[in-house]
């Protein structure tokens, strides 16, 4: 980096919009739905779950935060059943309200796989490394307010506002620690794994050393009979 050159900062900020897109991105390829979220965020002072039913998720390591979404029933429903749809199930299998376990363990798969997307995205643009919790899913019918279990020094939190394709919202907050990643040198983050790529390469590795194994097993047979003279 030139001595002349401002050096780049990520903030709370980055890190919500990065997260922000993993909301988006991931439950927009999940659900084949359309996911948007506001252009404004709010600060606030202090995280809730909140009905109908929400998740929360502890993240640790390079940082220390707390990721909790607030479902509405509307949402939570209309997401459950455009994954499950999706994936090819019936209308009859679907449950028919959001306070079954169905739509709670379906609802934490798809959290689980947004964090994991957004854990991922730190570490290739951030190089940092965090943790996850599992999510944990709860139905609600009062708010009830949670708070990061470390030691946070300048606590910050955001709010944003997210909208489904029928237009039901839902809510993503974060909480962490207020911080600021500085870029010291020039980087290329690293692109996101291609996981049919990755399968593809695992698929060539297998196959290669099922041929060198079989080859190196009719090698020892030819040594075997020539030394008895066969």
């Known amino acids: 980096m030139s001595p002349h050159q401002a050096p780049i900062v990520h903030g709370t900020e980055d890190v919500l919009i990065s997260l922000c897109n993993s909301v988006s991105g991931v439950l927009q390829l999940a659900t084949q739905c359309p996911i948007r979220y506001s252009g404004m965020v709010q600060r606030i002072t202090k995280t809730s779950l909140k009905p109908d039913i929400?998740?929360?998720?502890?993240?640790?390591?390079?940082?220390?935060?707390?990721?909790i979404i607030n479902f509405s029933a509307e949402a939570a429903m209309e997401l459950y059943r455009s994954y499950l749809l999706t994936m090819g199930m019936g209308e009859s299998d679907l449950a028919g309200s959001y306070t079954s376990d169905d739509v709670s363990n379906v609802m934490g798969e798809l959290m689980n796989q947004v964090?994991?997307?957004?854990?991922?995205?730190?570490?290739?643009?951030?190089?940092?490394?965090?943790?996850?919790?599992?999510?944990?899913?709860?139905?609600?019918?009062k708010q009830v307010n949670l708070s990061v279990d470390a030691?946070?020094?300048?606590?910050?939190?955001?709010?944003v506002t997210f909208y489904t394709g029928?237009?039901?919202?839902?809510?993503?907050?974060?909480?962490?620690?207020h911080m600021e990643f500085v870029k010291?040198?020039?980087?290329e983050p690293q692109e996101k794994p291609d996981p049919?790529?990755?399968?593809?390469?695992?698929?060539?590795?297998s196959r290669?050393?099922?041929t060198l194994a079989a080859d190196r097993a009719q090698s020892e047979t030819d040594d075997l009979l020539q030394s008895l003279g066969l």
């Open 54 to 67: 929400g998740c929360f998720v502890l993240v640790d390591g390079g940082f220390s935060g707390l990721i």
């Open 166 to 177: 029928n237009n039901h919202i839902f809510y993503l907050e974060l909480a962490m620690d």
């Open 196 to 205: 049919d790529a990755l399968m593809a390469l695992a698929g060539q590795d």
């Open 115 to 141: 964090v994991g997307d957004f854990t991922s995205k730190v570490q290739r643009e951030l190089q940092t490394y965090i943790t996850q919790s599992q999510p944990k899913m709860i139905r609600l019918n």
């Open 208 to 210: 290669a050393t099922k």
């Open 151 to 159: 030691n946070l020094d300048a606590p910050e939190a955001r709010r």
């Open 184 to 187: 010291i040198k020039d980087f």
